[in-house]
């Protein structure tokens, strides 16, 4: 889960099973029978550790008639990060430590930044589980190296509008674990009004989000890092009322464009008190 400037967002979605593959899929379709395997590992999973998270978020204010020169706010945390899985009941707590090189010692502390990452961690489970699978089209885009690894980096396009997301993850070839993920923007609840209220004043937003898991153990792989980028671009209704546009305007336009945050989670110094794989045996 995620939220997003106070709107929560529930990350779900899914790989598809269709019935009978064609030739060229096949490659595709061994890939998420093994993602699909090790979703349901996550699911088993019990844990419990803590570590340490850096939060940096990076606030930019761009030159304009108002603000003669462009700054940048930046505002630091750190907190004592935990988490604690048993099957379906999950965990996650915050002591803050520092804010801003300030010493301090706040338990249950929440997170302050405009974005908001909850529960990374199990990203991959609602992303690939099984019994999902029928509501998404995936496709290959291509095989890439991520820590040495050989990964397959594939598009999942929902096949319905709905609340669960579109996106696009970086799989393991050799075991099915991700190791990336990118959700699209759309799949974000909130997106809309925000979105909206930046068409008023003439943008498009385009909010990247990625999710690293390069942190392995016993077979299962933790967050390393979360970004979210924050990005506006000329366009939106009020800018396409008119066909023509002046050279004048059109460099205008270009040069609008503008970030306006920049936000990091970095996951360090792991101590792991326990990890293991539950199994559950049910009578027929």
Same mark, same amino acid.
């Given at each position: 889960?995620?939220?997003?400037?106070?709107?929560?967002?529930?990350?779900?979605?899914?790989?598809?099973?269709?019935?009978?593959?064609?030739?060229?899929?096949?490659?595709?379709?061994?890939?998420?029978?093994?993602?699909?395997?090790?979703?349901?590992?996550?699911?088993?999973?019990?844990?419990?550790?803590?570590? =340490?998270? %850096?939060? $940096?978020?990076?606030?930019?204010?761009? #030159?304009?008639?108002? @603000?003669? !020169?462009?700054?940048?706010?930046?505002?630091?945390?750190?907190?004592?990060?935990?988490?604690?899985?048993?099957?379906?009941?999950?965990?996650?707590?915050?002591?803050?430590?520092?804010?801003?090189?300030?010493?301090?010692?706040?338990?249950?502390?929440?997170?302050?930044?405009?974005?908001?990452?909850?529960?990374?961690?199990?990203?991959?489970?609602?992303?690939?589980?099984?019994?999902?699978?029928?509501?998404?089209?995936?496709?290959?885009?291509?095989?890439?190296?991520?820590?040495?690894?050989?990964?397959?980096?594939?598009?999942?396009?929902?096949?319905?509008?709905?609340?669960?997301?579109?996106?696009?993850?970086?799989?393991?070839?050799?075991?099915?674990?991700?190791?990336?993920? =990118?959700? %699209?923007? $759309?799949?974000?609840?909130?997106?809309? #009004?925000?979105?909206? @209220?930046? !068409?008023?004043?003439?943008?498009?937003?385009?909010?990247?989000?990625?999710?690293?898991?390069?942190?392995?153990?016993?077979?299962?792989?933790?967050?390393?890092?979360?970004?979210?980028?924050?990005?506006?671009?000329?366009?939106?209704?009020?800018?396409?009322?008119?066909?023509?546009?002046?050279?004048?305007?059109?460099?205008?336009?270009?040069?609008?464009?503008?970030?306006?945050?920049?936000?990091?989670?970095?996951?360090?110094?792991?101590?792991?008190?326990?990890?293991?794989?539950?199994?559950?045996?049910?009578?027929?």
């Amino acid at each position: 889960q995620q939220d997003m400037k106070k709107a929560k967002v529930e990350i779900t979605a899914a790989v598809p099973a269709p019935a009978q593959f064609s030739e060229p899929d096949l490659s595709l379709a061994t890939l998420l029978a093994r993602a699909a395997a090790y979703a349901e590992k996550l699911k088993k999973v019990a844990f419990h550790f803590i570590c =340490q998270e %850096d939060v $940096t978020e990076d606030v930019f204010s761009p #030159k304009s008639s108002k @603000n003669p !020169i462009a700054t940048t706010t930046r505002t630091y945390w750190r907190y004592d990060y935990q988490i604690i899985c048993m099957g379906e009941k999950s965990t996650e707590n915050r002591v803050l430590l520092d804010k801003n090189h300030e010493k301090l010692h706040q338990e249950k502390a929440q997170l302050e930044t405009m974005f908001q990452s909850y529960y990374s961690f199990f990203m991959p489970v609602t992303i690939l589980a099984r019994e999902k699978q029928h509501l998404y089209q995936y496709r290959l885009l291509g095989k890439e190296k991520i820590d040495n690894k050989n990964t397959w980096h594939i598009a999942a396009v929902r096949r319905s509008p709905g609340s669960i997301p579109s996106g696009e993850i970086w799989i393991s070839e050799a075991d099915g674990s991700v190791l990336k993920i =990118q959700p %699209d923007q $759309t799949s974000i609840i909130g997106f809309d #009004k925000l979105a909206q @209220n930046a !068409i008023e004043k003439g943008f498009m937003p385009a909010i990247t989000t990625i999710h690293e898991y390069n942190l392995g153990k016993n077979g299962i792989y933790f967050p390393s890092k979360t970004t979210f980028i924050e990005r506006y671009n000329p366009g939106g209704e009020s800018l396409n009322k008119s066909v023509f546009i002046t050279a004048t305007a059109a460099t205008k336009r270009l040069n609008s464009s503008f970030e306006h945050s920049r936000t990091y989670f970095e996951y360090h110094d792991h101590m792991f008190f326990s990890i293991s794989t539950q199994v559950e045996e049910k009578s027929e």
